[in-house]
């Protein structure tokens, strides 16, 4: 089950949270308030609840005493692993965007854009976050080097250098590549290109920091703008890539962050609440509390840092439970819930010269309607999906509407064809409402289907059918 985490669950995530947004920012979608709330339930109390009894279940049994999974990327080995190699075995400039609480789900929507691209390379990694999920020690493991400590007022330490602060993380850089620099996303993106190349002149690593979801969705009075956050966030990451390929050139960009989140929209009932922690607290949040001599209250378990070789030892809340003090209680982060701790690695490579993305390059799509009869005013037309998403095979984005006569006659639908299964899960059934006319019997219409995978859109099928409409 963990894999499929990773795999295809995170889509709950964010289907969710896609409604979640658009019910709060769009108009006229009161008409639908009763399965929002109904919908809103099943993720919060149902959803939610048995994919928490699941996690604590694998935490008590194996990972409580060891953190680390099998078989995924380890947050805490990311430059040795992924930075320090290409540094050694080229010359390029590698760009590293750390966005504080960018989530997988988030990661998978930018990685859906970029890879519709057609001169760019686009990959997906999953990475366990270190634990507890919090900014400090997620940041921490980010850097070269080693975490080595954790003072009593919360400093996370690398290799004997505090971690706080761009300017200790710019030493922590500089000692292990001389030709690195650390830097604001947001102050280093909106400069013209030569004060922006003044201060990456010659560098090798860039690291470019930001912070838009947790600095929003930390603040108990901004944290129900969360998943405004996150679309904005979306939005700068867009530009940020688009400004770093364009502008300076970049061949290859990392973008990653220190941790997940969980969000609630409905209030915190008084079971989710949870005592807080005594002992030496060094740090702490609403999930979890770290130092020398917890105690674990009901509803929390103490976690081994021994992973990290460190002494100290941490106390999370299980499941959804939140310590009561300090802070908004509906955006959390700091426990061990698949959105808190699994988080996105983006590997985006620029290819330069001739474009990498053609035609043949992307996923191929057919209408799997047997009968192209239209006998209701609402109907589904299935799509398949012939191949799945691979290194070699990218998603295809289509919107397909009916037309008679070349005039719309059917709401418009844009899908993305991105399975990466097997062939009984490549099949996407399509809802489609006719306008309300009177059509005659007999009459021909055709199902368009435009490509909207690149920059420009074509038309990439069209299928004849008949209407057998008898009344409205």
Known sequence: MVSSIYKKDFNIDQ???????????????????????????????????????????????????NWPLQ????????????????????????????SDAMRFEIGNELTQHFSQRLNAEVKLIPMQATLPTYTQIGMASLLPGKITGISSDGTVFVDGFSTKGLNNRNKILQLNEPDSVALKLDEFIPLGKEEGLALIKGKRVVYLYHDNIDAIGDSSKTEGNTYEAVAQTLERLKTAVKKLTGTYEAGRIYLTSDHGFLYQTSLVEQYQKTESINGDVFDRNRRFAIGNNLNTPEGTVKISLQYLGLEQEAVIAKGLNRFTAGGGLRFVHGGAMPQECIIPLIEYRQVKGKARKAEEDRVNVRIASIQKVITSYMFIVPFFQEEKVS????????????YRNNERISNEITITFDSEGEVSGRQTDVVFHLLEDRYRTGDVCVLKLEDVSGRTTEIYAEEEYELKLYSI
């Open 15 to 65: 289907a969710y949270r896609q409604l979640q947004h658009t019910f709060m920012s769009e108009s006229g979608v009161e008409e639908y308030r009763v399965l929002f709330d109904q919908l809103t339930f099943w993720y919060e109390n149902r959803y939610l609840m048995e994919l928490s009894r699941y996690t604590d279940d694998l935490i008590e049994t194996e990972l409580k005493a």
């Open 71 to 98: 078989d995924i990327m380890q947050q805490k080995n990311f430059y040795r692993t992924i930075i320090r190699p290409l540094i050694e075995g080229s010359r390029e400039r590698v760009f590293v965007v750390i």
């Open 391 to 402: 290194t070699h095979l990218y998603p295809r984005t289509l919107r397909a509407a009916f």
